[in-house]
């Protein structure tokens, strides 16, 4: 038996005006999600535990079928292990964005233009968390670069329980109300503050008209995470395929093998094609188990792109869904589950944590739901999985609740 999760980041959303009042997932053209949700199990699953922020962190955690509640520490220490950042037992890693501020005189009647600096290119990001870590950097507290906007800020004998707020949640919004506040939080705006001179003037951003990478912004903080293997939970091989690092940290932790495809951008223009050929390649090699992870519809909710978050869960459809269904034939038996981690509604930009729909298809024991599409609506006739780390039982086939 081979396993298959198609997790398209964000995808669910709520009834949008422009489209009839239909959710982008049900006014998409997917015919090979429909073909699935006619001949599998639909449901609706909780994958962010009530009391628990909705981040990618915390969901991604559930469905790959860790408890949250039991194995969360943070984003950001799941993104070091990506990135190859050894944290010590007295660091606190913090996700670093490159963000575009507003213009305002006074730093914190600013507003946050833009939570990935115009989706920065990696090359001129680079330059810059280099260099202000010369300029910044001291023994106690170093930057280290990441892809894009996303980068670590490293806190040696940092608190980890500062009030921080996801850039992403306040885009086109004043930054007053959801600057750090707590224990350690006069140091990370004073380190944000100097940040913002000193990137704005940068020769990297004299180009970058409207979306200057202009200031830090630190979120996410946490200490390195101590997960079981999948191995040691499931008893199978498995891989990861991800643009992000948070995804390929997560994976790493849980003893997967982390696959980098070319093209691979964590937005629209992403190789989706590549990411399905990827998990063939895998299967190929002995897994028995891959998570394909597709960041494109979760960017686009932030940016409140509709027409590209549609586009994104076509081209999931079309260029991932569609050839894995064909080319999975040949490996005799297997189960595809195809879901969301959390939403991203359109209409506020940023994370929920209602369920979202999934579907579990079977090969070999299809079922017969004539007229079902791959949509919230119709998830929600199905099964609620309260407990969504439960989730990966149900699809591996494993008595629910057993953490092994």
């Known amino acids: 038996m081979k396993y298959v999760i198609i997790l398209g980041d964000g995808m669910a959303d709520t009834a949008c005006e422009e489209l009839g009042g239909l959710t982008p997932l049900r006014y998409a053209r997917t015919p090979n999600l429909d073909r699935l949700a006619e001949g599998g199990r639909m449901g609706l699953a909780r994958t962010v535990p009530r009391g628990l922020p909705p981040g990618s962190d915390v969901a991604n955690l559930s469905v790959m079928g860790y408890d949250p509640a039991v194995y969360y520490t943070g984003r950001a220490p799941l993104e070091a292990v990506s990135m190859g950042v050894n944290l010590g037992e007295n660091d606190v890693a913090f996700r670093c964005n490159l963000v575009t501020l507003s213009r305002e005189a006074v730093f914190e009647n600013k507003k946050m233009v833009d939570y990935s600096a115009g989706e920065i290119e990696t090359r001129d990001s680079s330059i810059l968390i280099k260099e202000l870590d010369s300029f910044l950097g001291r023994k106690s507290m170093r930057f280290y670069p990441g892809i894009s906007y996303r ?30 506040r707590g224990i350690g939080g006069e140091e990370l705006l004073s380190v ?67 696959i980098e495809v070319p ?4 937005n ?65 038996e297997y189960k595809i589950m195809v879901l969301p981690d959390h939403p991203t509604p359109l209409s506020i930009r940023t994370h929920t944590a209602e369920p979202v729909p999934f579907i579990i298809y079977h090969s070999g024991q299809t079922c017969k739901n004539k007229g079902v599409t791959y949509c919230e609506e119709d998830a929600a006739r199905g099964d609620l999985v309260e407990k969504g780390h439960e989730l990966m039982d149900m699809f591996i086939g494993r008595p629910a609740g057993d953490q092994r």
């Open 268 to 332: 629209i223009h992403t190789n989706f094609s590549g990411k399905a050929s990827a998990v063939i390649e895998a299967f190929k090699r002995g897994s028995d188990y891959v998570y394909a992870h597709i960041e494109a519809p979760d960017e686009a909710g932030h940016q409140g792109d509709l027409k590209t978050k549609v586009r994104a869960i076509e081209e999931i459809d079309e260029k991932v869904l569609g050839p894995l269904m064909e080319q999975m034939k040949e490996f005799g």
């Open 151 to 180: 980068h670590l800020m490293v806190w040696n004998g940092g608190p980890a329980d500062t009030s921080l707020t996801p850039p992403h949640d306040i885009s086109g919004r004043v930054i007053s109300d959801h600057l750090p």
């Open 192 to 258: 944000m503050k100097e940040s913002h001179p000193f990137l704005r003037a940068h020769g990297v951003n004299s180009a970058r008209v409207g979306r200057s990478a202009n200031s830090v912004w630190f979120w996410g903080q946490g200490r390195t995470p101590h997960l079981k293997s999948f191995r040691e939970k499931y008893n199978l091989s498995g891989s990861v395929i991800s643009a992000v690092d948070l995804i390929k940290g997560i994976g790493i932790c849980a003893g997967l093998e982390v």
């Open 263 to 266: 093209g691979a951008t964590g």
